[in-house]
């Protein structure tokens, strides 16, 4: 006797509706648990429903260089602000031109304001300079030949691919000063002899044969004078100074104690540099900023550290100049290759603001903080208010299509839609402080049309099962065989809906990104709710005898929807057949 065949299970059937639903119950619980233990309950708001910080950027150009305020490197400077300050996590920042020479920054509330400032209003002009002399920070005396002794180098040595951390102790003579400053200029690239030292030796008189030429002589001038211990003069030092010329800069060694250097011109820039970032290294345990450079980049790195090497203190070390600013001027013990180090007194705060900077590179321009301002949001109140309004206006009326077109159907809707409203507002309050999602106007109006994009999973899906049921199939096997088709017709709508919002995310900038984002956000969400909420609650509810059996408030009455009778098998009649006569 054969046995029994095993039942199959409808297409698309779901065995266990339970499991997804308790899998997103999970979810949800997990979201809005991790909500309110982080304490952001609600959305992080834009610049136009919060208010912020408005700055204002006016361009300077370099003496010389007028032309370079131009419009293709205003456009450059503004693409380079915004990289940087959505580095930040500013993802609702707003960088934009005004005119030919300014930009405009709003910054939504709730970011560091001060930290902002700096990093929009920095030009990261980044150079690295071989070192030809250093001294204290102050002002020196004229030189004179009675006086002599030099002060021991105490730069740390580099290993490996890293540049170590600059000296805190002042490596040049200060008697003989001029003479020591006149050899350096005389070749301010190091060469790879020995003799090529600006270490000087304590004479009686200096040699009259070393007569500087004019530019030599302005030069050590400056860097005689120059007093690191004032801001003012700190700020001016490098100022319309050439990268192929040599240069005078300052440097803190340790907070409140500064030094000053005389530097050669420029063998590697900023634009070597590949990518960079602030770490903590365990070793040490203190903050670097580690830096990869470019092909180009590696070659030259290679190349001035192989001749650096071979020089005494201090023209063995090379000034990492940032803004004219020595932050680092590590010595070079070997020659090294694909990336740097920069250490010095870093915090967590100011190295990974320096590697965000280095990261996108230097400003084309020179720029000057005009004004800070202090946007309200009076007018955006407003308009956030007649947004929702007009959103809940939308709500209602998709509501009330709902019960009455689907009756009891609308329940399963509602409660999808009420998840997904859920799900949203608790990952718009989570993607704040996570990656600075800021709410505003036309992220709330993604939001308000997402409402429909959802609405019509549900309509598509309910659709379906009332096809099944016109063509006389009782709700169970229905709700079922319904859903394959239903499944890919939602996926293939919420492909074309991510996709234009994906595409509109790349190619737009500021608040219109905000429209996409939530537009793309929302739709992702939409294909979770169906699959793990509406889905399963439709195959439970269809279990029950208010839609199992059809009720006329159920949405699924078969009479109403016109259904045809059931096909059954009926066996043919067969006529009586006369008995043959013998």
């Known amino acids: 006797m054969a046995a029994p065949k095993k039942g199959r299970r409808p297409a698309g059937g779901q065995s266990r509706p339970g499991r997804a639903l308790a899998l997103i119950l999970i979810a949800m619980v997990a979201l809005t648990g991790g909500m309110f233990w982080s304490g952001h309950t609600t959305p992080r708001l834009g610049i136009d429903l919060a208010g912020g910080t408005s700055i204002t950027l006016k361009a300077k150009a370099e003496p010389g260089q007028e032309s370079a305020v131009n419009e293709t490197n205003m456009n450059t400077a503004v693409g380079i602000i915004e990289r940087r300050v959505n580095g930040l996590g500013v993802s609702e920042a707003e960088v934009q031109t005004q005119g030919a020479e300014n930009i405009i920054v709003n910054i939504p509330r709730g970011t560091n304001e001060k930290q902002a400032r700096e990093q929009v209003g920095t030009t990261a002009q980044l150079y690295f300079r071989p070192v030809l002399a250093v001294t204290s920070g102050s002002p020196q005396p004229a030189p004179s030949a009675s006086s002599s002794g030099s002060s021991k180098p105490s730069a740390t040595a580099s290993t490996g691919a890293t540049a170590g951390e600059k000296s805190a102790t002042p490596t040049a003579t200060g008697s003989p000063q001029g003479r020591a400053l006149t050899e350096a200029l005389k070749a301010p690239s190091p060469t790879p002899t020995a003799s090529s030292s600006a270490k000087p030796k304590a004479t009686g008189t200096p040699q009259a044969t070393q007569t500087p030429d004019a530019a030599t002589a302005a030069l050590e001038k400056k860097f005689t004078a120059l007093n690191c211990l004032d801001p003012k003069q700190r700020a001016a030092a490098g100022q319309g100074v050439k990268p192929s010329e040599p240069s005078v800069a300052c440097g803190e060694d340790n907070p409140g104690v500064w030094s000053k250097y005389l530097l050669g011109p420029a063998e590697v820039d900023g634009k070597d540099v590949d990518d960079a970032k602030g770490m903590l290294d365990p070793q040490r345990g203190m903050w670097i900023v580690t830096m990869d450079f470019t092909d180009a980049g590696s070659k030259k790195f290679q190349s001035i550290t192989s001749k650096l090497s071979q020089q005494a203190d201090p023209q063995n070390r090379f000034a990492i100049v940032l803004d004219g600013e020595v932050v680092s001027a590590p010595s070079v013990r070997q020659t090294l290759t694909a990336s740097a180090e920069i250490s010095g007194n870093f915090n967590q705060q100011s190295a990974q603001d320096l590697g965000n900077v ?71 309050a989570l993607l704040g402080p996570a990656i600075g999602f800021a709410l505003n106007l036309p992220a709330v109006c993604g939001a308000i049309v997402a409402i429909g994009i959802t609405a019509d999973s549900f309509i598509v899906y309910f659709e379906r099962i009332r096809d099944e049921l016109r063509e006389g199939r009782t709700l169970r096997p229905a709700v079922e065989r319904a859903w394959p088709r239903a499944r890919r017709t939602i996926l293939v709508s919420d492909f074309v809906s991510f996709l234009a919002a994906a595409v509109l995310f790349i190619v737009t900038v500021g608040k219109v990104q905000g429209f996409a984002f939530t537009l793309g956000l929302t739709t992702l969400l939409d294909i979770v709710v169906v699959f793990l909420f509406t889905k399963p609650v439709m195959t439970l509810l269809a279990r029950t005898k208010f839609f199992g059996n059809g009720h006329a408030w159920s949405g699924l009455d078969p009479k109403r929807l016109g259904a045809q009778p059931p096909l059954r098998r009926t066996r043919r009649a067969h006529a009586p057949v006369d008995a043959k006569e013998a």
Do not use: E
Request: no cysteine.
């Open 358 to 428: 280095l990261s996108y590179g230097a400003l084309p321009l020179t720029f000057q903080t005009q004004s800070v301002d202090t946007v309200t949001a009076a007018l955006g109140g407003d308009q956030l208010q007649a947004g929702l309004i007009a959103g809940a206006i939308g709500l209602a009326l998709v509501i009330i299509y709902l019960v009455v077109y689907y009756r009891g159907l609308s329940l399963i809707a509602i409660l999808s839609l009420g998840v997904s409203a859920l799900l949203t507002y608790v990952l718009m």
